[in-house]
């Protein structure tokens, strides 16, 4: 009985280390300044003069603080980076809802999780948003044409 009760002692010291740590390691994170660390920084494209994003896909975790830069590194057509909350025929009726729009966006932004403005060639600009719960979400050009030539991606989110 001795030994077990000397192996029941040091596997409790080996639980009050662990707490120990954890704790330790949730205040070294909780020190931290915002934005470092616990969000996820994401950077997309478009190559060429091509109806392109340079990635036709991203993954994120679920419920992460995203911060996005879409560069329009595009050399002469603007484009335009649209999240939208399903697959393909939600990002189509978004798309044709904002055909006629100056910003290219319909007024009903509901199916819209996140979107820059529509930039020019050369320009850039970073949104922050938060990721949605699991599953695939179309990220798509608005700008007329451009998501019919096949201007999309999927984003992950897992
Ligand atoms: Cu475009």
Not at 63 to 89: E, K, P, Y
């Amino acid at each position: 009985m001795k030994g077990r009760h000397t192996v029941q002692r040091q596997l409790l010291l080996a639980l009050v280390l662990l707490c120990a740590g954890l704790l330790a390691a949730c205040n070294r994170q909780d020190a931290q300044p915002q934005g470092s660390g616990s969000g996820t920084n994401l950077t997309i494209g478009v190559p060429g003069m091509r109806l392109l994003f340079d990635r036709d896909t991203l993954s994120v975790p679920a419920n992460a603080q995203i911060s996005l830069t879409f560069n329009n590194s595009n050399a002469g057509l603007q484009h335009n980076w649209v999240l939208v909350r399903g697959g393909d025929s939600v990002a189509a009726a978004v798309n044709d809802g904002g055909q006629t729009q100056p910003d290219f966006l319909p007024s009903d932004r509901s199916q819209i999780i996140a979107a820059t403005r529509v930039l020019n060639s050369g320009e850039s600009e970073t949104i922050s948003f938060t990721a949605p719960g699991p599953g695939s979400y179309s990220f798509i050009c608005t700008v007329p044409g451009h998501f019919i030539g096949g201007m999309k991606g999927v984003l992950r989110v897992e």
